[in-house]
């Protein structure tokens, strides 16, 4: 009997590995990479966005493991994530900070992703194309919770007790991740590379904690891209694992972000750039708003010692010049009126911005319209005497 419970308290302290607390952590730290790895790729590129096909045994694994670690049901994550593209910064959207708040978004954003999954209206209109085969139906989401459950036994029978805590992290390993840090943080704080129509932010330019989720203000720029990296400083670790499938066939790369190829510079415009620059028409602001930036600094000391302006006002004033001029208030115009009294060339960078970016809106002007409007706003930009203008004008004709 002594021996009995002797090693029973072995057990429950050690379980059937013995690991050391460095072992029980590195393991912990594997596990819950794999499950990121599985939502990143599986569940939003792969289910939710189409951006890369998977053959059938990652797409099994993936499955299998997200059961196991997470019990998310592929067509409710793919749906209310479709959703909250398509309504992302509204009050339709399931998780937006915008308008729930960061913290309600941040500390329950689970709670929010329960609640939108009984939305049965959201199920239909966003969950087609997802897995509806045997398994999807007799176990998978009949039976979601029993896989954690799974778990909750094979963390303890592997570590004994610590094992509990071992689970409770990949718990919540994806609630706070996901639901937290990328649909909350990565909506309120961080960078942009793009101005898009939602408030979406690059947490940080090293994707590897999250899979390449990180990257976020990119991802809603380019949605069906399969890579969310897109400057050279940045890296998506999920990517990288993309593209060692792929090199092996057991994945199939739909659709990347464009990438702007430049040649040498033509006299005229014609419907290759056009085309070029409609394509990549985010990577253009971006550049354009690059070019504001450097026409901000030539005239910040005229604005502050001769103008007399307040560097309260100006602080302002050169975050709404890089703002997209379609998402300018009232209040905002009349403080860029108020600054484009004291330079004509803040105004006339404004003016061309707004210009440019109705040649890509709908429009019922004919392809030919369109390029002759593109070789205007370049002719009128090259002569406008402004050196920033000038130079993006004349990057802008190299677009190919």
Not at 333 to 339: A, G, N, T, V
Request: hydrophobic content about 45%; aromatic content about 12%.
């Amino acid at each position: 009997m002594s021996n009995f419970i002797a090693a029973t308290l072995d057990f429950l302290a050690n379980g059937l590995t013995r690991a050391s607390g460095w072992e029980v952590f590195i393991f912990t730290m594997i596990v819950t990479h794999i499950t990121i790895v599985s939502v990143t790729i599986f569940l939003h590129r792969c289910q939710a966005h189409r951006a890369l096909d998977l053959h059938a045994i990652p797409s099994h694994f993936f499955r299998f493991w997200l059961w196991l670690t997470t019990g998310q049901v592929t067509k409710e994550w793919a749906s209310i994530h479709r959703k909250h593209h398509a309504k992302c910064e509204t009050e339709e959207d399931p998780h937006s900070p915008v308008t729930r708040g960061i913290k309600k978004v941040f500390w329950q954003g689970a709670e929010l992703y329960r609640a939108e999954s009984k939305n049965k209206e959201t199920m239909i209109k966003y969950g087609h194309g997802t897995p509806d085969d045997w398994i999807e139906r007799n176990l998978y989401t009949r039976f979601s919770w029993q896989g954690v459950a799974l778990m909750l036994i094979i963390d303890f029978a592997l570590f004994g007790a610590i094992g509990i805590t071992v689970w409770a992290v990949q718990m919540l390993w994806i609630p706070v991740n996901a639901a937290g840090i990328i649909n909350g943080i990565g909506h309120y704080w961080g960078y942009r590379n793009y101005d898009c129509a939602d408030a979406s932010t690059n947490i940080l330019p090293i994707g590897i904690l999250i899979g390449g989720e990180e990257l976020h203000n990119n991802h809603h720029t380019f949605g069906t891209s399969a890579k969310f990296s897109t400057k050279w400083y940045e890296f998506d670790i999920g990517w990288v694992y993309i593209q060692i499938m792929q090199s092996v066939g057991l994945a199939k790369v739909k659709k990347v972000a464009p990438e702007p190829k430049l040649v040498a510079v033509k006299a005229e415009v014609d419907q290759v750039t056009l085309q070029s620059v409609i394509a990549n028409r985010y990577e253009v602001m971006a550049k354009y708003s690059k070019s504001i930036k450097k026409m901000w600094r030539a005239e910040l000391a005229h604005l502050r010692d001769k103008a007399k302006l307040e560097a309260d006002f100006l602080a302002s004033s050169k975050k709404l010049m890089r703002s997209d001029p379609a998402k300018l208030q009232a209040v905002d115009l009349q403080q860029l009126k108020e600054l484009f009294a004291h330079s004509k060339a803040l105004k006339t960078m404004h003016e061309m911005r707004v210009e440019l970016n109705v040649i890509w809106e709908r429009s019922s002007d004919t392809r030919e319209q369109l390029v002759q409007k593109l070789q205007d706003w370049c002719s009128r930009a090259e002569a406008s005497g402004i050196q920033a203008l000038e130079e993006f004008a004349f990057r802008l004709r190299r677009y190919a």
